[in-house]
């Protein structure tokens, strides 16, 4: 796997020992047999670390966690749910479209990519970073969780202040380890439904995550995130 990495230099280091370990060795052997079968993975291989790639770890500010890649053709870019240029949003990324626009007064976009926030240090991490085409949450209990796992905790590490935003009861699990600043902590959790539209209705509408991450970040002498999206050509 090690000769398919594309990521930022910042990552490489402190993450060399996931890299080398066991369970990421049987992952590599368990995609590359997916392959060999003749099976499509998504993302291509090359974006497989794009999150870690788009965003270093130096910058992260704000992390946002998803579950799996999208497994339909074309949608997956390795940013958690942000899709290709071209490709229509997806049910939950147009609910989290409707929460900025109801916080922050930002039109929607007209578009599904969100690869401005990861440039702005916003990490659109998937627990699980790869699927095969078609058949949701394929690839989970394969080792991804172990490695992304690690990412978490190197980002709850970092000295300067990092927004959390959980998504849902996987998120939140999945994070229940940062310490947040009502825990004497140095890091904003917020925790809200996950904005499918199966639960949206259930707390994710009116959370207001957007402007009070950006309300934490210039408390603490940071720039706030620009949630707004450039158009797409048209």
């Known amino acids: 796997m090690s000769q398919a990495i594309k990521l930022d230099e910042s990552w490489k280091e402190p993450l060399?020992?996931?890299f080398e370990a066991e369970y990421m060795q049987q992952l590599r052997a368990f995609l590359v047999a997916e392959k060999e079968a003749g099976k499509r993975i998504f993302p291509?291989?090359?974006?497989?670390?794009?999150?870690l790639d788009a965003t270093p770890l130096q910058k992260v500010r704000v992390v946002i966690l998803g579950q799996d890649p999208y497994h339909g053709p074309g949608q997956a870019h390795g940013l958690c749910f942000s899709v290709r240029p071209g490709v229509r949003p997806p049910p939950s990324l147009v609910n989290i479209y409707k929460e900025m626009e109801s916080d922050?007064?930002?039109?929607?976009?007209?578009h599904g990519h969100l690869e401005h926030w990861a440039g702005q240090g916003v990490l659109l991490l998937?627990?699980?970073?790869?699927v095969e085409s078609g058949m949701a949450a394929s690839h989970r209990g394969r080792g991804w969780e172990q490695f992304t796992d690690a990412i978490v905790r190197l980002v709850a590490?970092?000295?300067?202040?990092?927004?959390?935003?959980?998504?849902?009861s996987y998120a939140q699990k999945k994070a229940a380890f940062v310490q947040s600043v009502e825990q004497s902590g140095r890091h904003l959790v917020l925790k809200a439904a996950h904005p499918s539209p199966l639960s949206a209705h259930n707390g994710f509408f009116g959370c207001r995550h957007f402007s009070k991450a950006n309300a934490f970040l210039e408390a603490q002498g940071l720039e706030p995130v620009d949630w707004r999206l450039p158009s797409a050509a048209t």
């Open 104 to 110: 922050l007064g930002i039109p929607r976009a007209n």
């Open 16 to 18: 060399n020992g996931e």
């Open 126 to 130: 998937n627990s699980v970073l790869t």
């Open 44 to 51: 291509a291989g090359s974006l497989w670390f794009h999150a």
């Open 157 to 168: 590490e970092k000295s300067e202040p990092v927004v959390f935003l959980l998504w849902g």
